[in-house]
């Protein structure tokens, strides 16, 4: 057995722990900081409440887990997805086969490694995958042994910040994706779940950052940096059904409530798309016509079975005061985004869902039910948190409410295989439902399920992606399945 060498944390020496600037030295001496104006570098806030003036905080060193000591081994496995099949190789100073790049600078390459343990397990997987190891440059092959093990020891250290490397394959090489018919394939599924698809390009830099999603109907345009992809074609290549789905119930908080007319007349299927044509129209859109000014981007939305092009406009700054945990405050200005022109609502959507406010929050501030009251009990006066008040701050959404202010009293849960079937369960507040015992033990609690037997689902729906909750909120979640 290979013995794997223990050596002291180079990042803390051995002592556990590492002296780092403090958080205050970001911005300065000063209470009030601009989030855009950095402060002069390594000056401390006089009054921080972490570091006392100091400007240096010990923080417990997290790569050797304050044990002051680490393991210079570096583990990579390939496993076959489609076979079950895995294979692995133990990288640990001694093994190791450095060759020289063209800079000269001595480098183990495990690519071939790699490829080896895919060869076993009869795995296809990309050449990107396999990791490199560089060693100091004062490493020669003809220095001591005791020598050369210590410099490779350093090197699997700095690349252990992953010490398991998991390299994933198939039996075969996957196909390569087609946009035009990814693109076709995400409309359809759009029509299917009642969903927009959104193409966005947005001004990153020189250039444009693509982003594709889906959204609810009538969400407003998320605050964030733009995608990362440099085309659409780009785009489409990595962004599958699951990456599309990825944050739609925290971009669906501030949709509008509304009920689903699922009965009413379908859209076309989606016909196969023209990539470079949808994409020259949302670049073109993304430049004023009338003045001839770039503006922050465009978008795209497909929605009714067919295209909707609009542009995006900056709006008024918004000015946020963030509290730090060194006593000061940043702010910050973000400028929103909105369409230029918001395409009319599609033909599933119904009529507004009845709401009203949220017991356990207070809006424009951040007030939330304190823990003291769970379960409805009255505030305790003798609360750390609350001091009897029964509400105290947290920069937390709502746990009832998910931040919305607003409890709904129609859920609807959406059940699809995302390909052809799917199914909106509606459940209305205060409508009563058969609920089976299911438990456990004798006398279990009724639970209500989606829909009774025998009986249909109702036609109209929720739309909307907040967390669902106890009582009778409104909220709405969308489960998948084969």
Known sequence: MTTVPVVACPDCDGMTFTLEPCRCTTYGDRFLADADALGPRR????????????????????RCGRRGRRRAQLVVTVANLDTGAVASHQVVPGGLDPLRDPAGHWVVDLASRVRELAATVGAVVADA??????????WRPDLPAALRHELEAHAILRADHAPWRLVLGRSSAAPAVDPAARLARLCALADLLLLDLVVEARQQGAGFGWALRYEVPGSPVPSGSPGWYRDLPEVLTHTDVSTALTGLAERGLAAPARLLCPDSPRPPVAPRADVDQ?????LADCVDATHGDELPGAQALWRDGRWWHTTLRPGEPVEILAEQPTGQVVRRVRVPLSRGYEPPDPSWLGEPVDWRPCPDCRPHNRLRTCDCRLGDRPAEPDCPDCCGAGLRPSALHCFTCGGTHR??????VTVTDLRHRVMHLTWQAGTPEVAPLVATQPNGSP???????????????????????AGSTSTGTCATGT
């Open 43 to 62: 000056e401390a806030y006089r009054n921080c409440e972490q570091c006392r003036g100091a400007g240096s905080v010990a923080y417990p060193c997290r």
């Open 129 to 138: 995958d396999a990791p490199s190891l560089w060693l100091d440059r004062q």
């Open 278 to 282: 949808l994409e020259r129209r949302v």
């Open 407 to 412: 409890l709904h009293q129609t859920l609807l």
């Open 447 to 469: 639970t209500a399920t989606g829909s009774a037997p025998g009986r249909p689902s109702s036609a109209r729906g929720l739309r909307t992606s907040a967390t669902p909750t």
